[in-house]
């Protein structure tokens, strides 16, 4: 099975930061690599499929890169509703693992 | 609109079984391969299990295997989850999510509770 290893945690910040969350794959893959929001009592959300193609409806300051073993998730200027914890996953081999989840709380 | 509503969860004994339910609209349905996903209280998500549009092909994490049984109508714009010899980790909010671009999960349910305790 593929492990994926977010850093960090949790993450406290400000409105209007730029924030960088990161995964690590267990072993190499191309970009079979997805990210997804979530908040308590709702549907997660994804947010990037393919290590970097934004999906429909998702605001431009979400961005993702990486390839390999090594992803990241940036938020370019935080705003208020985007506090939530993030997922990445590897849809390159069953499991599809998850990370095991970055909360992104207000400073 | 795409609408995927799960229901059929509920309190359950150890070793009990349940059958989850998944209704999909706004949407062909059987053109799209679906995916079962949990998060246990506390903890994170976790891929539960996988099928084709067709059924022809399916997918189980190891903490399910044998236990767990995925399958979908799609007369009837329906995805299932039997669930059997269930324990008390299988405790979660299990969501139905239709799989997307890439093999990611593009739109999810609201998810139904899964109770297991005696």
């Known amino acids: 099975d593929i492990r994926m290893t977010q850093s960090p945690s949790s993450l406290s910040a400000s409105v209007g930061d730029r924030v960088t969350i990161t995964c690590r794959a267990s072993?190499?893959?191309?970009?079979?690599l997805n990210w997804y929001q979530h908040k308590p009592g709702k549907a997660p959300k994804l947010l990037i499929y393919?290590?970097?193609t934004l999906q429909s409806g998702v605001p431009s300051r979400f961005s993702g890169n990486g390839s390999g073993t090594d992803f990241t998730l940036t938020i370019s200027s935080l705003q208020p509703e985007d506090f939530a914890t993030y997922y990445c996953?590897?849809?390159?081999?069953?499991?599809?693992?998850f990370g095991q989840g970055t909360k992104l709380e207000i400073k | 609109e795409v609408q995927l509503v799960e229901s059929g969860g509920g309190l359950v004994q150890p070793g009990g079984s349940l059958r989850l339910s998944c209704a999909a609209s706004?949407?062909?349905?059987?053109?799209?391969?679906m995916n079962w996903v949990r998060q246990a209280p506390g903890k994170g998500l976790e891929w539960v299990s996988y099928?084709?549009?067709?059924?022809?092909?399916?997918y189980y994490a190891d903490s399910v295997k044998g236990r767990f049984t995925i399958s979908r109508d799609n007369a009837k714009n329906s995805l299932y989850l039997q669930m059997s010899s269930l324990r008390d980790e299988d405790t979660a909010v299990y969501y139905c999510?239709?799989?997307?671009?890439?093999?990611?999960?593009?739109?999810w349910g609201q998810g139904t509770l899964v109770t297991v305790s005696s």
């Open positions: 996953q590897q849809s390159f081999s069953t499991p599809r693992t």
């Open positions: 072993q190499t893959f191309s970009n079979f």
């Open positions: 706004g949407f062909s349905f059987s053109h799209y391969n």
């Open positions: 999510a239709r799989g997307g671009g890439s093999g990611s999960c593009n739109y």
């Open positions: 393919a290590s970097s």
């Open positions: 099928i084709s549009g067709s059924g022809d092909t399916i």
